[in-house]
Structures are given as structure tokens and as C-alpha cells.
């Protein structure tokens, strides 16, 4: 299985927006709606921040939206806080009871 | 509340095997499946395989095929991961994470640093 594909890295401005994408293939990302995506701080353990491609768990502030067209994936934070700066990774359902992950892309606010 | 507290560190020589467990509480354990998953140092998450804790059903990852068991105990809400002919590469935090039927993981565990080196 191989890995989703995202940016190294993002970054903004305080208040901006940003948008890290997640590539995959129409046996992933592209065949299920089944994408979600993850917060990572350095030294902690990943929190999920979208799942089902757009939904929010309880808590997770309305800033962060998901999306899909096609085999990609976008993550959107808006209205950027320092402490939004964290790396996030993407993740899909990719068939066979199978899951595979991005390479994660680090997010630097400026 | 829901959490997972996983084993402490470990340190293995190449071709080694280890064995990393997760202590659940909080919710009923046989009515979640669990995930395992790793991090090396700088590097992605990766998905290594679920056990499905109310029947013992299994699925690995092509990556691990071979090389990983992942197992429960019920009676101690305790998964494991065992990772045998352990490399250098295989250096990395494991971490456990509880699954939710739109496959993502909603809890994840305090993950374990495993270190492999002669």
C-alpha cells in the first residue's frame, strides 16, 4: 500500500487561510468516503480533526473543514491560530478493511 | 474518560522481538476495535493492522505481514503488538487508537517508543 500524498509543508499568517491537500488513487481517497485527518503536536499523540471527509468531531473548533474532488483531499484552516501550527497527516480507507496514511505535512503560522 | 495506557519504552537488539501493550479503560473494551499504528523518528504515520476485540479477528498491513501479531486479553482490557526480526528501521513510537466505524481513530494511546540498536 502506498503512502497518501501531501505538501512537506504549509504555512500562513495569523487570521489566514491554508489548505493542505491528500492524494490518492480511486482505491483510496478517490473510492470512499472515508478520509479523515490528524493533529499532531510535537511529542504528542495524533488528534483527529476531520473524518468521513468533512465531518467534526465534538470540540474541534469550526475553522477546520474537510473536502474531496476526485482522488484529492483538502484540509482548510481558517482564521489561523499560533496554536494551530502542528504537523497534520491525512488518512483513508483503502479497501480490504486496509487504512493507509499520508506523509504529513508540517503547518508553520508565521 | 476514554484513554489508553500503553507499556514504557523499550530498547532491542536487531532480530529481536518485542512486545508493546495497551491498557484500555472507560468504555466497554470488547466493543471497539483497535488499531495499531507507528511513527519513526521524523517520519509518517503508519498503519500497521486492528484487531477486532469482540472476536479476535485480525487484519495486517502488507507492510507487516509476517512480522506482526496483534492480540487482546478481555479480561484485562489489554491489546497487544508483537513485532518480531526486528531492524533499525523499525525504530519508531507505536501507538494503539481506538477505531469508529467511519474508519478513523477517535482515542489514541500515550505510544511507546521502541528503539532498536545493537
Known amino acids: 500500500q502506498s503512502a497518501l500524498t501531501q505538501p512537506p509543508s504549509a504555512s500562513g499568517s495569523p487570521g489566514q487561510s491554508v489548505t493542505i491537500s491528500c492524494t490518492g488513487t480511486s482505491s483510496d481517497v478517490g473510492g470512499y468516503n472515508y478520509v479523515s485527518w490528524y493533529q499532531q503536536h510535537p511529542g504528542k499523540a495524533p488528534k483527529v480533526m476531520i473524518y468521513e471527509v468533512s465531518k467534526r468531531p465534538s470540540g474541534v473548533p469550526d475553522r477546520f473543514s474537510g473536502s474531496k474532488s476526485g482522488n484529492t483531499a483538502s484540509l482548510t484552516v481558517s482564521g489561523l491560530q499560533a496554536e494551530d501550527e502542528a504537523d497534520y497527516h491525512c488518512s483513508s480507507y483503502a479497501g480490504s478493511n486496509n487504512l493507509v496514511f499520508g506523509g504529513g505535512t508540517k503547518l508553520t503560522v508565521l | 474518560q476514554v484513554q489508553f495506557v500503553q507499556s514504557g519504552a523499550e530498547v532491542k537488539k536487531p532480530g529481536a522481538s518485542v512486545k508493546v501493550s495497551c491498557k484500555a479503560s472507560?468504555?466497554?473494551?470488547?466493543?471497539?476495535?483497535i488499531h495499531w499504528v507507528r511513527q519513526a523518528p521524523g517520519q509518517r504515520l503508519e498503519w500497521m493492522g486492528w484487531i477486532n476485540v469482540g472476536n479476535g479477528n485480525t487484519k495486517y498491513s502488507q507492510n507487516f505481514q509476517g512480522r506482526v501479531t496483534i492480540t487482546r486479553d478481555t479480561s484485562a482490557s489489554t491489546a497487544y503488538m508483537e513485532l518480531s526480526s526486528l531492524r533499525s528501521e523499525d525504530t519508531a513510537v507505536y501507538y494503539c487508537?481506538?477505531?469508529?466505524?467511519?474508519?478513523?481513530?477517535?482515542?489514541w494511546g500515550t505510544g511507546t517508543t521502541v528503539t532498536v540498536s545493537s
Open positions: 487508537a481506538r477505531h469508529r466505524g467511519s474508519e478513523y481513530m477517535d482515542v
Open positions: 472507560g468504555y466497554t473494551f470488547t466493543d471497539y476495535t
